[in-house]
């Protein structure tokens, strides 16, 4: 009722017709009819049907409906006439010869009176909107097929009558979720305590939990690592997992670190070359993270993951060689540590000074959602 009281404003202000007008001036024969040459069709015929059909409708000399035209009524001299109706209507116009000149269908002439009449709703029993942008929403049926949080945008907690959501849907495909990055950065901007999201769905993919606790690890090489050939890429083997500081990432190898989810990864570590050469000599070192995702059947070099050192060195020289920089990968990618040396008597060592001396080093910690 309220839509139909707007349409009825509406109406008043555009029409500026009485309330209890019966029939609706037929705006276009008011209007004046141009031939296809831009003459008016002076003396011309209008006839008259139910939209769609052959059946003759009348149209009526004023508003109250009560006097017909015939058929067909004749336009003045200037190509007009003064008609009114009601609902929908086919016009075939044609000239004083009777010559069709054009055909017009499903014209509408529709009263202030014949809208406040109409028992259906205009706009239909549901509204759907494509794009919704509101401050405060309340809805006592609501369905969202998706939700998104857009670029610049950030969900600090999603709630239904008050109760946290804490299951929205399962996902099904890696590619349904354009905007699901964007909401698992906006989720890791907040403390665990500021939220309770289990499996969430946005765009019909499930955000991962996991993520929210931001994966890290931390793997160190204690034991001397000797290179038994120079001039070739060696994985570094570690050893010693720093338990404390590992969750969500694991060691599957020796020499193979399994990055569980699809993230942006920091990685940031060292390397401890000793020469054990003789004094004077110019030996080359350099480490490189490699990375696979296709497990483990083909690795490729991180760019920006590289270090290099090559000068003059003295006897049992140590040194620290590190390394920092990230890599974006999907779900269940390997990383590895890789030292290539010019001459064998280059060694990884750590420095019996320290408390806790360790050959190599590599500290991971998940950035954030990827999508890729």
């Not at 404003?9 to 141009?34: E, K, T, Y």
């Not at 040459?37 to 139910?50: L, M, R």
């Not at 890696?174 to 665990?192: F, G, R, S």
């Not at 499996?199 to 994966?215: T, W, Y």
Request: with cysteine.
């Amino acid at each position: 009722m309220l839509r139909k009281t707007l349409l009825l404003i509406l109406a008043l202000i555009w029409c500026a017709s009485p309330l209890m007008a019966d029939g609706a001036l037929i705006q276009f024969l008011a209007a004046g009819l141009p031939s296809l040459s831009s003459t008016v069709i002076s003396g011309g015929q209008v006839y008259a049907y139910a939209a769609g059909t052959t059946t003759p409708k009348s149209i009526y000399t004023t508003n109250a409906l009560t006097t017909a035209h015939p058929q067909p009524a004749r336009l003045d001299t200037n190509g007009r006439l003064l008609a009114y109706g009601e609902g929908l209507y086919k016009f075939v116009i044609k000239d004083v010869a009777s010559t069709t000149i054009f055909t017009v269908d499903n014209v509408e002439a529709r009263s202030i009176q014949g809208i406040f009449d109409d028992p259906t709703d205009p706009f239909g029993d549901t509204l759907t909107q494509t794009t919704l942008a509101t401050t405060n929403l309340t809805a006592t049926i609501a369905t969202i097929d998706s939700l998104s949080a857009p670029v610049g945008a950030s969900i600090a907690s999603l709630t239904i009558g008050g109760t946290p959501i804490i299951g929205v849907g399962t996902g099904t495909a890696a590619t349904h979720a354009v905007n699901k990055a964007q909401l698992d950065a906006a989720i890791l901007a907040y403390t665990p305590a500021s939220y309770s999201i289990t499996n969430a769905m946005i765009a019909s993919q499930s955000v991962n939990p996991r993520l929210l606790d931001l994966d890290y690890a931390k793997f160190h090489r204690v034991a001397t690592f000797t290179l038994t050939t120079a001039s070739l890429w060696t994985d570094v083997e570690w050893d010693t997992t720093v338990v404390s500081e590992t969750s969500g990432i694991s060691l599957i190898s020796p020499t193979t670190i399994q990055l569980v989810d699809a993230a942006h990864y920091k990685i940031t570590g060292c390397t401890r070359p000793r020469w054990t050469g003789d004094a004077s000599t110019v030996a080359l070192v350099a480490s490189r993270i490699v990375y696979s995702t296709d497990g483990g059947s083909t690795w490729d070099e991180a760019r920006c993951l590289q270090a290099i050192s090559g000068r003059e060195h003295r006897e049992n020289e140590v040194g620290t060689l590190p390394y920092h920089g990230s890599i974006s990968v999907p779900a269940n990618a390997q990383v590895k540590l890789q030292v290539q040396v010019s001459n064998v008597s280059m060694l990884l060592a750590g420095w019996p000074g320290f408390d806790n001396p360790v050959a190599a080093s590599i500290d991971i910690q998940a950035a954030g959602y990827y999508n890729p």
